[in-house]
């Protein structure tokens, strides 16, 4: 009777120490699968890191620093000079600077008639 139960005394601690290993192991694959997508994410990140680090030496150069400020500013060198074009038509328009063209029949109609209107 002694040895039955020791038997199954044993059985049951060999029974839970396989299931907690069982479950340490489980875990550890899911570690090592994390720990894969880490330094994945680790060398986007380092080559991002890289790329923003070029970005600001070259904006931080006199080359992008003169080119902005001729561009957004206006700004010109000594002897140069600065023309403002408006962006669009309608800003074009709006200051007068195209008028619509009538046909040249139109324009001949005025001309002998200023008086005719349409």
């Known amino acids: 009777m002694k040895s039955k139960l020791l038997n199954l005394l044993v059985l049951i601690v060999g029974g839970l120490i396989i299931f907690n290993l069982s479950q340490n192991i ?20 380092k080559i991002e890191n890289r790329k923003l680090k070029g970005e600001l030496e070259y904006v931080q150069s006199p080359e992008f620093i003169e080119k902005e ?24 328009r709006e200051i007068g600077e195209i008028r619509e063209e009538k046909p040249n029949w139109k324009k001949w109609l005025e001309l002998f008639y200023p008086n005719f209107s349409e």
């Not at 489980?26 to 990140?45: A, C, I």
């Not at 400020?69 to 074009?92: D, H, Q, T």
């Open 26 to 45: 489980s875990r550890l694959w899911q570690k090592r699968g994390q720990v894969g997508e880490g330094k994945q994410r680790l060398e986007e990140l």
């Open 69 to 92: 400020v001729r561009e957004k500013l206006g700004w010109a060198k000594e002897g140069e000079e600065v023309w403002v074009l408006p962006e669009s038509i309608r800003e074009i």
